[in-house]
């Protein structure tokens, strides 16, 4: 199992932009698929998004495609997801995954995670 730890949340105004990033220790990233997923007070968590290893194929939730990017810097054992166009929707804990395999979007089938990073959006 690797470790993960997130970083870069925080308070952003509705239309803004917030970069999230997870740091993944413990074994190689190589071979790991990873996914960003979220909770908001009183919902399951969710898929957000998705990038295989090494990097060539990302999936997004319907809710975010067009707004968020999911990338990987496998040299530095990172990835990242740049959010754009913030709504009050998108407030949640955001948890980052890694699985050794294939991508996939069912939460299940992560075996890592991190400890999630608070995103706030104000309207």
């Known amino acids: 199992q690797v470790q993960l730890v997130e970083s870069g949340g925080g308070l952003v105004q509705a239309g803004g932009s917030l970069r999230l990033s997870c740091a993944a220790s413990g074994r190689s990233f190589s071979g790991y698929a990873m996914g960003w997923f979220r909770q908001a007070p009183g919902k399951e968590r969710e898929f957000v998004a998705a990038?295989?290893?090494?990097?060539?194929?990302?999936h997004y939730a319907d809710s975010v495609k067009g707004r968020f990017t999911i990338s990987r810097d496998n040299a530095k054992n990172t990835v990242s997801l740049h959010m754009n166009m913030l709504k009050p929707d998108d407030m949640a804990v955001y948890y980052c995954?890694?699985?050794?395999?294939?991508?996939?979007?069912?939460?299940?089938?992560?075996?890592?995670w991190g400890q999630g990073t608070q995103v706030t959006v104000s309207s």
């Open positions: 990038i295989n290893w090494p990097g060539g194929s990302t």
């Open positions: 995954a890694a699985r050794r395999g294939g991508v996939v979007i069912r939460e299940e089938m992560f075996g890592s």
